[in-house]
């Protein structure tokens, strides 16, 4: 029988893991509870959900802590009028997804083509280990180079190496206006005028192929610069301004929200979830790589990040163990993301890196019970 | 303690007579780093030919027990590259090559001692640069860049080391040979290449670093302004960041540093200004135009005694000189003098400058101030005459300063690292439990502890038995975190 506790301090979360034995669920809003391994049995489910709000925002530093249980969502609109947000737009966002389980899943948007995702704009941490002990690092600064950055080691750990409590993030300005420039085209065309844009000096912000057959061109700008910066983007590689909007606080456009909003990159997010009755991968490639590798697997839907080279693809699930054997041969990385089926011929993750010793250690010292997430990592044996 | 002369054979038997040295004339040469304070004569130095010969090398120290302690261009500020007195010095002097540039994917393969301005130049007509760039970085090396996660004067937009990584190659303490990362910002797993930069060396050795190139911006504007007070410049900088401007780099000199780096390369800066702001814009022509326009307004508004657009290359390097200069500068000021590096939230810049110079006044000692205005970092210069006998008294100085940015909700640390230098100030940053699970890390890493020991973490050894009486964090006494 799984119990489920959901603390709302700290000091509740390190009770709750030491008065529970056996393993251990650490459980955000859920959005990505399909993504990686399939977890194996638990008899507790930790809630983070109840680690809710900002600690603290400090609007002049550009720096927020925050609860890890609050949907970045939440924060976004919290920081919206002050003219600053998380420079971070992964599709989950808008379905409720936490701070913490972001950080957790080293999940990334289309602007990770600038901004990184989540482990270059998280400053500070505080963690739970499930022997109680509690480890903060980094702190409230943007730039800081004292002790081990264990906050990093808790991006993409998939709550396998303690609970996420408490985040610091950097803030970005909310850019004055944005603007889309779509070109209807096929995948390698996608990629020639992806060249194009990346080796001028135009500085977009995101650079997405869509298996609609579109590439989508995002500019985040000052008001002022806007219309030249997509008059310029538009002679280089053609197609038209789907999107232009003002976003200072005084303007018409302004919905006082987000940067990301727009028919065009909804219809992005939506890509990313796939489709109905197929698996969902997460591939990553040098960019070049990345249009032959698409065309070698049997691909359903598709949104390519053309600088980035991370796309996600759906494909049916009896291709998947196939699927990773070719990306790792592309010297690219893969994890399974939703899937309809599990079982040991729908592996969650390819070969694994060559440093998995040094995972395995890294679990041995921060849960050495091996009490959180089981099988996240399966079929790596990390724990 | 000598090495055992076994255990010495075996490391030496690793590698060509020529890539080992261990007369003590030449190994004297390796005592410091850039922190000279500190010195230990390392037993052997080995300078491996390749990476192999490094794996090798760890291999031998690992089986024998030996420490190493990893060396780049020895240009580190705070002891990370102090030798162990029992323990050898693998240098990565001859691991220099740039074994690939990839335009396409905006990425080059170099060795770890390939300086960091080499990448910049090896890549520039490709319109592409490698955007970290510390003050010397015409002769730091990316293995170091890497082991330190060294920022820049550029890295408020731009980022640090860690930012601009995509994979390193590592030899493990135990001298097997991995990679952390990848080819994309896709993680296999928890962030080992994230925990690995920035380590110090205590955690293995760079063998090969895979950097992130971006394109050269079309444009770039700086400015230098004058302002009656360090307040005001710091009033500016804030308004600046309240534009929503995220500038390419923001830098603050005070009338001391003004005075010192005038004195050495008569950059154009005003002697006598109580304040001076270098500004620095860069993107797209339109987007930096409509920025610098109100960048200028602000200064204006605040009441900028003189107003300097660079409107050259040449104009723009000038002051760019001045303010790097700085640093060395002080030394003709100055006989002796300390560098410090503490980080407080950019917001509380004017009252830490207070408080340093109240320190400074009673302490009779004068401080000179150049600071990353934009992310709050600073590099204050403890200015002393070791003839006279202020060495102890400006060490106070300097280490008090730094555990004040700590009490101010700051860092220890914002690129020069923790290495021998502040490893016993670090509980004054973290807690006990903090630091038994950075431990933990260290441990995974290199169980037998060989790799760089006594660097960041504090020991018993190195600074003494700390008092068992519990000190509230700083912040916990602010009301920031919560303590069990």
Known sequence: ?383 | MALDSIARAAITATLAPDEVVDDPVRTRAYECDGLTGYRVRPEIVLIPRDAAGVARAVAACHRNGVPFVARGAGTGLSGGALPVADGVVISLARLRSIREVDVENRRAVVDPGVTNLEITAAVARHGLYYAPDPSSQQVCTIGGNVAENSGGAHCLKYGFTTNHVYSCEVVLPDGTLVTLGGDTGEQQGPDLRGVFLGSEGTLGITVSVTVKLLRTPETVRTLLADFPSIAVAGEVVSDIVAAGIVPAAVEMMDTLAIEAAEEAVHAGYTVGTPAALVVELDGPIEQCDSEFARVEAICDAHGCTRLHIAGSPEERARIWKGRKAAFAAVGRISPDYFVQDGVVPRTRLAEVLQRIADMGSEAGLRVANVFHAGDGNLHPLVLYSAAKGETERAEQLSGAIAELCVELGGSLSGEHGIGTDKACSMPKQFGEEDLAVMGRVREAFDPTGICNPGKVLPTPRLCGERPGRYRAHPLEEAGVIERL
């Open chain 1, 1 to 383: 029988m799984r119990t489920i506790v959901k603390p709302t301090s700290l000091a509740e979360a390190r009770e709750a893991l030491l008065d529970s034995a056996g393993p251990v669920a650490v459980v955000g809003a859920g959005t990505a509870a399909s993504w990686a391994g399939h977890l194996g049995p638990v008899e507790t489910e930790l809630s983070t959900t109840g680690l809710r709000g900002v600690v603290t925002h400090n609007p002049g530093d550009m720096t927020v802590a925050v609860r890890a249980g609050t949907p970045l969502r939440e924060l976004q609109e919290e920081l919206a009028p002050h003219g600053q947000h998380v420079a971070f737009d992964a599709a989950r966002v808008a379905e409720g997804a936490t701070v913490g389980g972001l950080v957790a899943t080293a999940d990334a948007g289309p602007s990770a083509l600038v901004h990184g995702s989540l482990r270059d704009l998280v400053i500070g941490t505080t963690t739970l280990l499930s022997d109680g002990a509690v480890v903060r690092s980094g702190g409230h600064v943007i730039k800081n180079v004292a002790g081990f950055d264990v906050s990093k080691l808790l991006h993409g750990s998939y709550g396998t190496l303690g609970v996420l409590c408490e985040v610091v993030l950097r803030l970005h300005p909310v850019p004055g206006a944005v603007g889309t420039v779509a070109v209807a085209c096929d995948l390698p065309e996608a990629a020639r005028l992806a060249r194009e844009v990346l080796s001028s000096q135009l500085e977009p912000t995101a650079v997405e192929w869509l298996s609609s057959g579109r590439l989508l061109v995002r500019i985040d700008s000052t008001a002022e610069a806007l219309p030249a910066r997509l008059e310029r983007l538009t002679a280089l590689i053609g197609g038209r301004i789907v999107d232009d909007r003002d976003l200072r606080p005084d303007s018409d456009d302004s919905d006082g929200s987000s940067v990301t909003g727009g028919d065009h990159w909804s219809e992005h997010a939506a890509l990313t979830r796939g489709t109905a009755g197929e698996a969902v991968l997460r591939i990553g490639a040098k960019p070049s790589l990345l249009p032959g590798l698409l065309g070698r697997l049997p691909v359903g839907t598709v949104t390519a990040g053309l600088g980035t080279g991370v796309a996600t693809v759906s494909l049916p699930v009896g291709e998947v163990a196939a699927a990773h054997t070719t990306v790792h041969a592309a010297g690219g990385t893969s994890v399974l993301r939703t899937r309809p089926v599990t079982g040991p011929d729908v592996p969650a993750w390819g070969p694994p890196p060559s440093a998995l010793a040094v995972l395995r250690a890294v679990k041995q010292q921060f849960d050495p019970h091996s009490r959180l997430g089981p099988g996240r990592f399966d079929p790596w044996e990390i724990s």
